[in-house]
């Protein structure tokens, strides 16, 4: 690992190696940001030094290690669609127990994946599982635009001038929620589109109008949508879509993004459903 300074580590030539946290979202760890959190809370080592500062930068001679275990970048891309029913955790862990979304396809690829966002236990939907922390970025960051849509219902009728707010701006606490668009398909059905899902965003803008939320189901990310995939069942993304998210999701609209990997070939098996 180069002893550089800050800003010469994070401007230094290709020789000297990659920013470690750029290392650890090609390992499959997540999102650059999320990687970052995990040097920042000492839990990561590189030649069995803790390593906490984001400067740092890591040969491929460089043994790199996570909460112990070692871990290298992926060879390919794996890019998942899954269909999360209500009642599974986006998370690597839960001390309670609850069953976790990626078990559902644990069994047929055995790569690391992490979740590109996430959708609580109590939603249902569509979300993607990745090994490229680049896709995380395109697909998560608020620049990209990435349109969201889901399908909320509600225990009482919901009002179109709350809507029209949303679509203004509301806000709860200490945060602005916009939604980018809505479509009222009944009293207490509607679509709402977003582009800057924030945390439990839905649930908090309508429990701010004391407007109880039955159900969220998350129906499209980008041009994915649910079409054929059955609860509990999943799909890899194919050329088409990423290269979409490639161009969509860039810096500039219409270029592709840096660093964004092509899927890894499978062979044998069916790439949509659950094993058994």
């Not at 996570?66 to 891309?77: D, E, L, T, W």
């Not at 998370?91 to 590109?116: C, K, T, W, Y």
């Not at 990435?146 to 203004?168: A, C, D, N, S």
């Amino acid at each position: 690992m180069s002893r550089n300074s800050d800003q010469e580590q994070e401007a230094g030539p290709e020789g000297e190696g990659i920013r470690l946290q750029v290392y650890l979202a090609r390992c499959g760890l997540g999102s650059r940001r999320g990687c970052e959190e995990l040097i920042l809370k000492g839990r990561v080592s590189v030649n069995g030094q803790p390593v906490t500062r984001l400067g740092a930068r890591v040969l491929a001679k460089d043994a790199v290690t996570v909460n112990g275990r070692a871990v290298r970048p992926s060879a390919g891309g794996v890019y998942v669609a899954l269909h999360k029913p209500r009642g599974f955790l986006c998370s690597n862990q839960d001390p309670a127990g609850r069953p976790m979304a990626s078990s559902l396809f644990s069994s047929v690829i055995h790569e690391r994946l992490h979740h590109v966002g996430r959708l609580d236990f109590l939603s249902s939907g569509l979300i993607f599982y990745t090994n490229d922390g680049e896709f995380t970025r395109l697909v998560s960051h608020p620049s990209s635009q990435i349109e969201k849509e889901y399908l909320v219902e509600t225990g009482r009728p919901v009002e179109e001038p709350f809507l029209r707010q949303y679509l203004k701006g509301i806000r709860v606490e200490d945060t602005v929620y916009r939604c980018k668009s809505y479509v009222l398909r009944g009293p207490r059905s509607v679509l709402i589109t977003l582009t800057e899902g924030k945390n439990r965003e839905l649930r908090k803008v309508f429990a701010s109008r004391n407007i109880r939320v039955k159900r969220i189901h998350r129906l499209r990310i980008g041009p994915v949508t649910l079409a054929g995939l059955q609860p509990g069942h999943f799909r890899m993304l194919n050329q088409r879509e990423l290269r979409w998210f490639q161009s969509h999701g860039a810096d500039r609209p219409g270029e592709p993004a840096p660093g964004a990997r092509p899927p890894k070939r499978r062979t044998g098996g069916a790439p949509r459903g659950r094993k058994g």
